[in-house]
């Protein structure tokens, strides 16, 4: 079974400038995550998606990041314009259930962000 | 609201030692417990859960957790440790926010080996 993909595994940008990430989770995973971690720190959930609907952004900066899941599958993640805060590794996660079924979530590798 | 804490940033171990990694966590009904380890370079791996029942938990590579209510901790314990365990470890509780999994992590442990 083929793993969580995710692309770009590395990014150097400038800031102010824009840059988008992606995902493909597990195939016939519902739930699709996408977290921030900064060096030293665990992940932070950003936003979770159950098929294309949004269930949290809570924690979303929305001024500069957008996500979607317009198929209910693969996502993107983007940020416009970067900021030196946002250098991290932005995780991407799948998991099978949604509402009520408690089943483990499976990590992407990750893309490191390097915001210059 | 929800939280994790892993008090030790930082551990060095002697390989063939025990180990065991700190969680404590604050929730409010009954917790969901996981354990993940990170690589370098490599997404979270689930070591382990707790959900419900028998409060000693196995999980993959040798390692099990125990939860205990009255301390309100699930701490990760290995009885001899190996040099391809170094890696960062990461404690964290699930809510479930209108029904949906919710996962909150702690800060993490970084595991050091040396021979």
């Known amino acids: 079974e083929a793993g969580v993909a995710q692309s770009p595994r590395y990014k150097i940008i400038e800031k102010r400038q824009s840059v988008a990430f992606w995902c493909n989770p597990i195939s016939g995973h519902a739930t699709l995550y996408w977290y921030q971690q900064i060096l030293g720190q665990g992940p932070k959930l950003l936003i979770q998606f159950q098929n294309n609907g949004v269930v949290d952004d809570s924690q979303l900066p929305k001024d500069r990041f957008s996500a979607e899941r317009l198929k209910g599958v693969d996502s993107t993640l983007k940020i416009q314009p970067a900021k030196l805060e946002d250098s991290a590794v932005y995780l991407c996660?799948?998991?099978?259930?949604?509402?009520?079924?408690?089943?483990?979530?499976?990590f992407g590798p990750g893309t490191r962000l390097t915001v210059l | 609201a929800q939280s994790v804490t892993q008090p030790d940033i930082h551990i060095t171990v002697s390989e063939g030692a025990s180990l065991e990694l700190r969680c404590n966590y604050s929730y409010g009904a009954t917790p969901y417990l996981f354990w993940y380890v990170q690589s370098p370079g490599q997404g979270l791996q689930l070591l382990l859960k707790?959900?419900?029942?028998?409060?000693l938990v196995q999980g993959i590579k040798g390692f099990e957790a125990e939860f205990k209510r009255s301390q309100s901790s699930f701490n990760l314990r290995k009885p001899s440790v190996h040099w391809s365990d170094a890696a960062e470890y990461f404690c964290?509780?699930?809510?479930?926010?209108?029904?949906?999994?919710?996962?909150?992590f702690g800060t993490g442990t970084k595991l050091q080996v040396i021979p």
């Open positions: 996660a799948s998991r099978l259930g949604g509402q009520g079924a408690y089943n483990e979530q499976f």
């Open positions: 964290a509780v699930v809510d479930r926010p209108g029904g949906y999994q919710k996962v909150t």
């Open positions: 707790y959900f419900s029942g028998d409060t």
